[in-house]
């Protein structure tokens, strides 16, 4: 699958979902148990502590407990891909890093240390050019999608003819004026 | 399928291959026409398409940089991309929901229903729904709309059993699984539908009706379609009388081209089509052709819309099934004592997670974000699609520096919301949230606009010469042989769901080519 180019659509960075296919597919994540301690995965472009640095980054914008690693680490390994595509992204996550680094190490900080060193860049390119790949790849990952209760892609089931589409019970049927009964 | 020479004069060109475009290429071809589609997009197919909402958009979505000014949220949120239209044949068919609604009477006469609203650019059709109604029924009998034709309703899913109950609760009358354009039962040579939730994504099974899979094809078997995919129109020319002779054109193979034309119809959607008319200016029409009432590009409406989604104590599995097979109409009336013109209807509408998380609340990051998005199984949701006001300074224009990879001037989209628009939106957002607690929702969410799925008016219909573009048949005033042929021709937004009018509108507009081809007036 090839990768695709990153549009920046301004507050939104588009990013392929090749991208978390590719990822998943070379065999980063295999299974729940291995995503439960996914470690850093091979990195082209940034240093181990530029990585350690954008996952804590990643980890404090869309913090989820019932989330493993291995969504948050997909999204720095696909910034390294990017940076390994565009110079200018490379210099732009290694300055951003080394500016949160500066005052103290951010992985060092507690969660409210993090939030609001955070807060104070979340205007800046490097903080949405993160937060937009995060968005992407953070909630198209299987993990998330199991952690958070989404069913992903249904033409492979079947849809959900057959599968659920009005199984809620907790509430009456409508009359069939309203909604008739499938074919 | 057709190869016309590129110095055939007797070919109807057209621009784009969706509801316009690729419908009145099927009628005029039916006719015996001979008709070349300029498609700046990719041809895909059902087999091609993805369960998955960001692959699917950077496969079907226009993504050539646009930007946008005025006050509309989505200037803030998503400063370029104010559309979430298509590039790819088929058009916006291929990403559109289905609902098929028809516009009602009193929303053809705008101007003598909503009179005197302070900078509203409001004006009457030319068309009556009388006029129209013939033709409506044709478009419905082509998409094959649920609940016309004897074509029972689509089984309603979780998403519409919430609105259901909570509607009926709060006392509306009219709620429903909607006038879809997806089969409930197979029709057409398609299926019926899989219950997939994934219509935005371009449809697998070919239960929604699309240009694609429907019209596009079925010209094609006349021998009479000459479709030219990944063929960017860039300019329309004319000659000494002011008549538009052929359209320039990036196609595949590189360099630009001309393809002559014995009359084109621009189908290019509410942005494209006045852009390309702009950038179509020479000395005879400095303006950009078919511009002298200077109407090209303003009056741009894209329906006051947002959304509401409620939380629940229970499981809903929103995006199970159908997106927008549920509709509550008892708002789109009029009705001024609600302190607005104009109406509005609610219809379900769901995200898979990833688009639930980058539109919910853009921009937003946090735990108490991550929060409301642990939610989601447990949400419903529906969209607010209201009539908003035309305004003359809501206006696609050229940028005047920024150009394409074609070296044109991009577009942009400038849009304020009117205060009747945010009267409106601040009252559905009310009536919404009712539906929802009424059933129990701990916890109910205003979404904010998405970019537009439905842009219109930016070449509208006008009586007068002076007050619009083009006429009642989407001819333009000013060149007889150049016509709309999309949803920029509406002269005001109604609260409908536009397509079933836009492809309304082009069966009535092929027969009129037809019979000025015969009558030798084109």
Redesign the interface.
């Known amino acids: 699958m090839k990768r695709?180019e990153f549009?920046?659509?301004?507050?939104?960075v588009?990013?392929?979902?090749?991208a978390v296919a590719t990822g998943v597919a070379s065999g980063l994540i295999h299974d729940a148990a291995a995503a439960e301690q996914a470690a850093m995965p091979k990195l082209a472009v940034l240093k181990p502590d530029e990585a350690q640095t954008l996952f804590s980054v990643t980890r404090?914008?869309?913090?989820?407990a019932?989330i493993g690693d291995a969504p948050y680490w997909q999204t720095v390994a696909d910034l390294d891909a990017a940076a390994k595509t565009e110079p200018s992204v490379a210099q732009m996550l290694r300055d951003g890093v080394e500016k949160l680094n500066a005052p103290a190490k951010f992985s060092d900080l507690d969660h409210a240390g993090k939030?609001a060193t955070?807060k104070a860049i979340?205007e800046t390119p490097f903080f949405q050019k993160v937060?937009g790949a995060e968005?992407?790849t953070?909630?198209?990952h299987p993990d998330?999608?199991k952690a958070?209760?989404?069913?992903?892609?249904?033409?492979q089931h079947?849809?959900?003819?057959h599968?659920?589409?009005?199984?809620?019970d907790?509430?009456?049927?409508?009359p069939e004026?309203?909604?008739?009964?499938?074919? | 399928m057709a190869a016309y020479d590129l110095n055939d004069d007797s070919v109807i060109v057209i621009i784009g291959s969706g509801a316009g475009g690729g419908t009145l290429a099927n009628e005029l071809c039916q006719k015996g026409h001979k008709v070349v589609v300029l498609e700046a997009g990719q041809r895909q197919s059902s087999t091609l398409f993805?369960?998955?909402?960001?692959?699917a958009?950077?496969q079907l979505a226009w993504?050539d940089k646009r930007t946008t000014s005025g006050n509309w949220r989505v200037a803030?949120?998503?400063?370029?991309?104010p559309a979430w239209i298509c590039k790819t044949v088929g058009g916006t068919t291929v990403h559109w929901a289905g609902a098929s609604l028809r516009l009602q009477e009193h929303e053809f006469a705008a101007k003598t229903h909503y009179s005197g609203i302070n900078g509203a650019n409001l004006l009457d059709w030319p068309l009556t729904l009388a006029e129209l109604e013939p033709y409506y029924a044709k478009a419905e009998y082509k998409m094959g709309v649920t609940r016309t034709n004897d074509i029972?309703?689509?089984?309603?899913?979780?998403n519409?059993?919430?609105m259901?109950?909570g509607a009926t609760r709060v006392g509306y009358k009219t709620?429903?699984?909607g006038r879809m354009a997806i089969n409930?039962?197979?029709r057409d040579g398609r299926s019926?539908?899989?219950?997939?939730?994934?219509c935005f994504q371009g449809c697998?099974?070919g239960a929604k009706w699309s240009t694609l899979y429907t019209e596009i094809p079925a010209a094609e078997k006349t021998g009479k379609l000459d479709l030219r995919p990944e063929s960017m129109a860039m300019q329309i020319q004319h000659d000494a009388y002011g008549r538009a002779t052929g359209v320039l054109y990036a196609g595949k193979s590189g360099g630009p081209q001309f393809q002559k034309a014995r009359a084109v119809c621009v189908a290019a959607n509410s942005i494209e089509t006045p852009r390309l008319l702009l950038n179509s200016h020479s000395t005879t029409f400095p303006n950009g052709l078919a511009n002298s009432s200077g109407q090209v590009g303003r009056n741009y409406m894209r329906h006051t819309t947002g959304s509401v989604f409620g939380v629940f104590k229970?499981?809903?599995?929103m995006?199970?099934?159908t997106v927008m097979a549920g509709i509550i109409q008892d708002e789109a009336i009029y009705d001024t004592k609600r302190g607005f013109a104009g109406g509005f209807e609610m219809e379900t509408i769901s995200l898979?997670?990833?688009f639930?998380?980058?539109f919910l609340n853009?921009?937003a990051?946090?735990?108490q974000?991550?929060e409301l998005?642990?939610t989601?199984?447990n949400m419903a949701g529906m969209w607010i699609v209201g009539e908003d006001m035309p305004q003359e300074s809501n206006a696609v224009t050229l940028h005047p520096s920024e150009k394409d990879q074609f070296g044109l001037p991009i577009p942009n989209v400038h849009y304020d919301d009117h205060a009747n628009d945010l009267a409106m939106r601040s009252y559905a957002f009310k009536r919404g949230a009712a539906v929802y607690d009424a059933?129990g929702a701990t916890r109910t969410v205003e979404v904010p606009p998405y970019p537009s799925t439905h842009n219109l008016g930016t070449c509208r219909q006008s009586d007068k010469a002076s007050d619009g573009v083009c006429n009642k048949w989407g001819q333009t005033h000013d060149i007889n042989n150049l016509f709309i042929s999309d949803g920029s021709q509406f002269t005001t937004s109604a609260a409908e769901n536009p397509t079933l009018t836009i492809v309304t509108l082009a069966i009535r507009q092929a027969d009129y080519i037809s019979d000025q081809c015969a009558k030798r007036n084109l």
């Open positions: 695709r549009i920046k659509t301004g507050a939104m588009v990013v392929g979902t090749a404090t914008i869309f913090p989820h019932k939030v955070l979340e937060r968005l992407q953070l909630y198209s998330t999608f958070l209760g989404y069913e992903g892609p249904a033409y079947g849809g959900y003819i599968r659920g589409f009005n199984d809620l907790w509430l009456p049927n409508p004026s309203a909604s008739p009964k499938p074919a | 993805h369960n998955e909402e960001w692959f958009f950077n993504l803030r949120d998503f400063p370029n991309l029972p309703g689509l089984p309603g899913n979780n519409f059993k919430v259901y109950n709620v429903h699984t409930s039962r197979p019926s539908c899989w219950q997939l939730g994934f697998k099974s229970k499981p809903v599995h995006y199970r099934g898979g997670l990833p639930t998380a980058a853009p921009g990051w946090g735990a974000y991550t998005l642990e989601f199984p059933v």
